[in-house]
T-cell receptor, first 111, second 116 residues
């Protein structure tokens, strides 16, 4: 069974710092990996989707990488802002649209 | 604990018919439920947020008259795809926010809809 782990569980950084969130998964047979943002009490917002054949995706200050063979993905956030404070979730999709979510990293960017 | 179920897991229907998908929180009370859909090779996208006893809030671009959401109790939300067309074929997933745990969502296993 696929297991997805995110480290760290919580992270606090001062505004302006660059940071990296980590996601690991146990079964490398995935279709894609997605990074989401979740604000308190809100639904998930999709940030980046990396297909299994891709190594990275970029959107603005966000860059996500995927190393399928080692079962790892990172989400890099450049020049962090207080508005980036949220919980970040990664999820891997396996066959038949099975989605496995990590437990998330709660990010706090301190002004 | 914190299990969310969806029914049915698979549904195939003819174009023009309506399909109802149920989302249940089995062992907790869900004040908020979320509905998502995912088209092949695309990201999971939020469709709407429903709170028990009130009207759902729909995301931009989602037709509220086509995707009827009813959150009648703290353990049940339904999504009805009215007059379904082939372009509505997708994977629909619900999640439930657990009362008192605002940042935790529990996801259902999803419903695959195929409209012929």
């Amino acid at each position: 069974k696929q297991e997805v782990t995110q480290i760290p569980a919580a992270l606090s950084v001062p505004e302006g710092e660059n940071l990296v969130l980590n996601c690991s998964f146990t079964d490398s047979a995935i279709y894609n990996l997605q990074w989401f943002r979740q604000d308190p009490g809100k639904g998930l917002t999709s940030l980046l989707l990396i297909q299994s054949s891709q190594r990275e995706q970029t959107s603005g200050r966000l860059n996500a990488s995927l190393d399928k063979s080692s079962g790892r993905s990172t989400l890099y956030i450049a020049a962090s802002q207080p508005g980036d404070s949220a919980t970040y979730l990664c999820a891997v999709e396996t066959g038949a649209n099975n989605l496995f979510f990590g437990t998330g990293t709660r990010l706090t960017v301190i002004p | 604990g914190a299990v969310v179920s969806q029914h049915p897991s698979w549904v195939i229907c003819k174009s023009g018919t309506s399909v109802k998908i149920e989302c249940r929180s089995l062992d907790f009370q869900a004040t908020t439920m979320f509905w998502y859909r995912q088209f092949p090779k695309q990201s999971l996208m939020l469709m709407a947020t429903s709170n028990e006893g009130s009207k759902a809030t729909y995301e931009q671009g989602v037709e509220k008259d086509k995707f009827l959401i009813n959150h009648a109790s703290l353990t049940l939300s339904t999504l009805t795809v009215t007059s379904a067309h082939p372009e509505d074929s997708s994977f629909y997933i619900c999640s439930a926010g657990r009362q008192g745990y605002q940042e935790t969502q529990y996801f259902g296993p999803g419903t695959r809809l195929l409209v012929l």
